[in-house]
Nanobody
């Protein structure tokens, strides 16, 4: 059974930082591209950042220079370091795993709330 468990969300003031973590089980982690998505109320889910099995990264324009995605294959974990947070970053953040060998093999975490507010 595949599980993606996110943690690290919370309430932070504008300009603050948070680090999200996602630990995966039930998959061969090193063969998966990992991503962070977010969904704000009334909006579609959008890609925030992704990191391939070879550690190539991709970011949404809105977070470039502020967010950093990384992975630790020894811990089956992916991280999202978020700095200089803005109110528009407020959303539920979801961890995503997609197998490099089968694009239909996709898994989601349950989500973690990030709220940026003074």
């Amino acid at each position: 059974q595949v599980q993606l468990v996110e943690s690290g969300g919370g309430l932070v003031q504008p300009g603050g930082s948070l680090r999200l973590s996602c630990v995966a089980s039930g998959i061969i982690f090193r063969f998966y591209t990992m991503g962070w998505y977010r969904q704000a109320p009334g909006k579609q889910r959008e890609l925030v950042a992704s990191i391939s099995s070879g550690s190539s990264t991709n970011y949404a324009d809105s977070v470039k220079g502020r967010f950093t995605i990384s992975r630790d294959n020894t811990r089956n974990a992916v991280y999202l370091q978020m700095t200089n947070l803005k109110p528009e970053d407020t959303a539920v953040y979801y961890c995503n795993a997609r197998a490099d060998y089968d694009l239909r093999d996709v898994h989601w975490g349950q989500g973690t709330q990030v709220t940026v507010s003074s």
